[in-house]
């Protein structure tokens, strides 16, 4: 058994928190917010004094937040992780936030000793609660080795993608795929129905096909092909339209700092945008669907 500190329990954050408790470890959780910090207790977590307390016992610190604004104001500050975290203290954070700030605080926590680990997630609320996450982590391989048991924790798919922010690197190159695949396949099925050819028999031939992907067959902008995807449920979020818009975000920052040429991730960057400023943020970031069939 390990003592945990677990930094943002929020709809990932608490069900992630809750796998290490079932995992048999002392989870001491902190949020800004009451009713994340009930729901940990109430999962068999135990509430932390404050951050720098439970930063200051523990073996690992967890962290799941926001943005790379909390991860940097966290970890950097003088009443921060990287300050208060024990020698031979293991950091990982899970959060989705840019390459540059993972990297930067990455180097700041090896600067005092301290192994860190950018373990970015997909897989969702769903996968956080059943303990099936994917982690793309990002680290030295000696700190990946010393994460991993944790992440199996919390998650089935655990990959080694390289050094220091390469676990963000590649959550967003995924995700830049994701959207710009979901705005092509929308787009085929709009056009489809404008020719005249039934959304069943497009996907039929497309899933067997060269158009194939997982925005296709997993996760089916329009109702009836697949009936586990949003579109049967009016679009209710599983990946809001807002978060799609975040990682998009993140990927045209990277590929400017890198100098990587990336037109499509920026038109998928403008159209999530325009969905998103039509009162659709909160909405599947399948429903642009209906944005680019013009309902
Ligand atoms: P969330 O907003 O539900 O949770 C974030 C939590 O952090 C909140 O409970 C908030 O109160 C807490 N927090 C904020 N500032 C804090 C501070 N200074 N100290 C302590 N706690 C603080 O967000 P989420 O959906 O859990 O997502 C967390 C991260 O995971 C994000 O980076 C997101 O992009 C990423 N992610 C989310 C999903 C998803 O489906 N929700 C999927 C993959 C990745």
């Given at each position: 058994m390990s003592t945990i500190a677990f930094i943002g329990l929020g709809n990932m954050g608490g069900p992630m928190a809750a796998n290490l408790v079932k995992a048999g470890h002392r989870v001491l959780g902190a949020d800004v917010t009451e009713a994340a910090m009930e729901r940990h207790v109430a999962a068999g977590g135990q509430r932390a004094a404050s951050l720098v307390a439970a930063v200051a016992e523990a073996d690992v610190v967890v962290t799941m937040l926001p943005s790379g604004r909390e991860v940097n104001a966290l970890y950097l500050g003088e009443a921060g992780i990287i300050a208060h975290a024990r020698a031979g203290a293991l950091l990982i954070d899970s959060s989705t936030i840019d390459v540059d700030t993972a990297r930067a605080v990455c180097k700041a926590a090896s600067g005092k000793g301290l192994a860190m680990l950018d373990a970015p997630v997909s897989g969702g609320v769903g996968g956080a609660t059943g303990g099936t996450l994917t982690f793309m982590c990002g680290g030295e391989d000696e700190t990946f080795a010393r994460a991993k048991p944790f992440l199996e924790a919390m998650g089935k798919t655990i990959v080694h993608a390289g050094g220091p922010g390469n676990g963000q690197a590649a959550k967003i190159c995924n995700n830049m795929i994701l959207g710009i695949t979901m705005i092509a396949t929308s787009e085929a099925f709009v056009l489809a129905e404008k020719l005249g050819l039934d959304a069943q028999k497009l996907f039929d031939i497309a899933s067997k096909s060269s158009g194939q992907s997982w925005s296709l067959t997993?996760?089916?902008?329009?109702?009836?092909?697949?009936?586990?995807?949003?579109a049967n449920r009016d679009?209710?979020?599983?990946?809001t339209a807002a978060m799609m818009l975040k990682d998009l975000k993140l990927a045209q920052d990277a590929a400017r700092s890198a100098g990587a040429v990336t037109p499509l991730g920026a038109g998928a960057t403008a159209l999530y945008g325009l969905y998103a400023a039509q009162g659709e943020a909160g909405t599947d970031f399948s429903g642009i669907v209906n944005f680019l069939r013009g309902t």
């Open positions: 997993t996760y089916c902008p329009v109702p009836g092909p697949v009936p586990t995807s949003p679009y209710q979020a599983g990946f």
